[in-house]
């Protein structure tokens, strides 16, 4: 079975604090993905990457930045956390994009005060 | 931009019943579709997939998929509590991105 890990599992962060999301996949698998899951709206991507040293806007990209340092690992960065970015954070990877199945981390729940 | 739709919100079914849930899309180029089931509290898994018109089944779990409607669907035969969950389709809209609808919540009644 496919793995990928998050990190933190969970946090709470006060408003205009830094905060990065964790992501580690050992399915070596190409593609990345970071989307929002808030009640109402289904899953949100984010931020999305087919290579190392590359990310992609997703559909809600504003007030988030991606890293993908290698081909393993994916970060969500929140620089200036904000109320409205509180939600379940979820980091999925696939082989080889739209065509193959995404799978998914275990989320990571933000509560921004 | 694909627009990606779910019918009903939320559904509520005894025990051994046929359930249908549905989705729609807007971008008649889409080639994968798919149904994802998300128990609560846990990761969304992938639960069945369709790349042409048709039907596929897999035990309890049939999809129909109709490309000139922008529609596919998911059935589930013998409804059971164990599928009470959050089901999430979703559809390509390129060769990278995935966009989900916002999910039709499932309570099985024993």
């Known amino acids: 079975e496919a793995a990928v890990t998050q990190s933190p599992r969970s946090k709470v962060a006060v408003t205009g604090g830094k905060v990065t999301l964790s992501c580690h996949q050992t399915n070596n698998h190409d593609y990345m993905y970071w989307y929002r899951q808030d009640t109402g709206h289904g899953l949100r991507l984010i931020h999305y990457?087919?290579?190392?040293?590359?990310?992609e806007k997703g559909d809600i990209p504003d007030g988030y930045k991606a890293s993908r340092p290698s081909q393993e690992n994916f970060s969500l960065i929140l620089e200036l956390a904000s109320l409205s970015q509180t939600a379940v954070y979820f980091c999925?990877?696939?082989?080889?994009?739209?065509?193959?199945?995404?799978?998914f981390g275990a989320g990571t729940r933000l509560s921004v005060l | 931009q694909q627009n990606v739709q779910q019918s009903p919100e939320s559904l509520i079914v005894p025990e051994g019943a046929r359930t249908s849930l549905n989705c729609t899309f807007s971008d008649s180029a889409s080639q994968y579709f798919w149904w994802y089931r998300q128990h609560s509290g846990k990761a969304p898994k992938a639960l069945m997939?369709?790349?042409?018109?048709g039907e596929k089944e897999e035990g309890r779990f049939t999809i129909h998929l109709n490309k000139a409607s922008l529609h596919f669907s998911l059935h589930i035969r013998d409804s059971q509590p164990s599928d009470s969950a959050l089901y999430l389709c979703a559809v390509d809209t390129n060769a990278y991105k995935v966009i989900f609808g916002k999910g039709t919540h499932l309570h099985v009644l024993p």
């Open positions: 999925a990877s696939s082989e080889r994009g739209s065509q193959n199945t995404l799978y």
């Open positions: 997939s369709i790349f042409s018109n």
């Open positions: 990457s087919y290579v190392a040293d590359s990310t």
